[in-house]
Structures are given as C-alpha cells and as structure tokens.
T-cell receptor
Framework: QQQVKQSPQSLIVQKGGIPIINCAYENTAFDYFPWYQQFPGKGPALLIAIRPDVSEKKEGRFTISFNKSAKQFSLHIMDSQPGDSATYFCAATGGSNYKLTFGKGTLLTVNP | DAGVIQSPRHEVTEMGQEVTLRCKPISGHDYLFWYRQTMMRGLELLIYFNNNVPIDDSGMPEDRFSAKMPNASFSTLKIQPSEPRDSAVYFC?????????????FGPGTRLTVL
C-alpha cells in the first residue's frame, strides 16, 4: 500500500521555469512533510519541510504549498536552474511512528 | 564532520553469497536507519535503531536480511543468502533526537548487484 503518491515521475523545464511536484497522502496521522533532494550517486538530503498548521513555507527559491483538507502538498521551485536537476522525494511521518514514508520520486531536468 | 560513512560503495556478488554492508553514523546521533532504494518500490525503510537497540524492523523483507548495531558508531546490514532481487542501493541514515522532525542525514549509499 503506497501511502504517499507523488507525481509526475519526471519533469523537464527550461531554466527560469517553475517546476511543480505534487504529493498526496492517505494517513491522517501524518503531520510532518519533508522534501528531499537527491543528486546522482548521492544520498537524499533534506531540502525543506512543513507542518500542516501552515499552508505555505518558503526557503529561498523553494516553496511548499499544503492543503490539509485535500491531503495534498506540493513543491514549487522558482527561477529553476540547471543545478536544480535532481530527483525530488516527498515524504510524510507522524503520530507515534518515527518512520518516514517516501513518495517514489520525481526526476527533474532543468535545461539551460 | 565526515557525515554518514558507508562501505563498500559498490558490491557485486553472485546469488547465494553472503553480503555485509557497513555504516558509520554521524558522531553523537542516536538514531540509525537502513533504507533500500529501487526503481520499482522507491525508498523503503528497512529497520531503525535508537541507542543501538532495534526499534522497528517491520520493513525487513525476509529472514535473509539481518541488521546489527554493536555500538554507537557502527552498524551492519547482512543478506544471507543473497538473491538477484536484492539488487538495489542501500542507504544508511542517522539523526539526533527523538522527534521525527529531526533531520535524517543520509550516507552515499551502497549499490548492490546480485548476479
């Protein structure tokens, strides 16, 4: 059972574009939603995270939008750069469970 | 700090052989996680430890997999006997603190190929 569904699987944008990656979750006990960025040959690294008591969080060019009623959240990358080309994973955790449940990832390519 | 260290970075073995993956967490971190990443299933948590004690191993696929943490600076994930379907990238991660918001720091991974 996949508890966090992520889309699209892959995404290609031009430099300066605003890629958007979407995630949906099922478990209402989830109350912490991080995004991880992974470059080829490297482990995932925490990019930005949000709790459901806010609808939006910005860190630099990265923004998470959160819709608690729809159980959906998304990552927006403003003014995307070729260096942002990576795989992005959404994740969720919460309740008494320390586990992170990951989406399947989105391969983002930003063309120069 | 050198970050989470994993060895080997690449492992190629034949079906039926024993495989041991190693991890050194970041000094001072009290949580250690083992993940497996495949194209089909994405990133899955296999097991995690708190203060060297296994807390949840419900993600371990079957009895062929075992993990140990004999001390705060070392953990192993063993597969015996290995099978081709075990081919994946295995990540170790560590974190400090008992809150799930505490960031997990991932190692570079071990790419395992079972022929």
């Amino acid at each position: 059972q996949q508890q966090v569904k992520q889309s699209p699987q892959s995404l290609i944008v031009q430099k300066g574009g605003i890629p958007i990656i979407n995630c949906a979750y099922e478990n209402t006990a989830f109350d912490y939603f991080p995004w991880y960025q992974q470059f080829p040959g490297k482990g995932p690294a925490l990019l930005i995270a949000i709790r459901p008591d806010v609808s939006e969080k910005k860190e630099g060019r990265f923004t998470i939008s959160f819709n608690k009623s729809a159980k959906q959240f998304s990552l927006h990358i403003m003014d995307s750069q070729p260096g942002d080309s990576a795989t992005y994973f959404c994740a969720a955790t919460g309740g008494s469970n320390y586990k992170l449940t990951f989406g399947k990832g989105t391969l983002l390519t930003v063309n120069p | 700090d050198a970050g989470v260290i994993q060895s080997p970075r690449h492992e190629v073995t034949e079906m039926g052989q024993e495989v041991t993956l190693r991890c050194k967490p970041i000094s001072g971190h009290d949580y250690l996680f083992w993940y497996r990443q495949t194209m089909m299933r994405g990133l899955e948590l296999l097991i995690y430890f708190n203060n060297n004690v296994p807390i949840d191993d419900s993600g371990m696929p079957e009895d062929r997999f075992s993990a140990k943490m004999p001390n705060a600076s070392f953990s192993t994930l063993k597969i015996q006997p290995s099978e081709p379907r075990d081919s994946a990238v295995y990540f170790c991660a560590s974190s400090f603190g008992g809150r799930y918001e505490d960031e997990q720091f991932f190692g570079p991974g071990t790419r395992l190929t079972v022929l």
